[in-house]
């Protein structure tokens, strides 16, 4: 499976959340990185989800 990797800051800079996880495909990953960024608060805080290859799938700022 692909790992993507969910990243979240504070508008100070500092970093709330930075998990890496796997998932079949982008369109998951969006969902799980979602679901992840709700239960640790950090949904409306800028974020963004990136693919191991770097590619940006999810972005909030």
Do not use: V, W
């Not at 500092?14 to 890496?20: F, G, H, M, P, R």
């Amino acid at each position: 499976m692909p790992m993507f990797t969910l990243t979240a800051f504070d508008k100070n800079g500092e970093k709330l959340l930075d998990e890496t996880f796997e998932a079949a495909n982008e369109e998951e990953a969006k969902k799980i990185g979602e679901q992840k960024l709700r239960e640790h608060h950090c949904y409306d805080k800028t974020h963004r989800c990136t693919t191991s290859s770097g590619k940006l799938i999810l972005f909030h700022r």
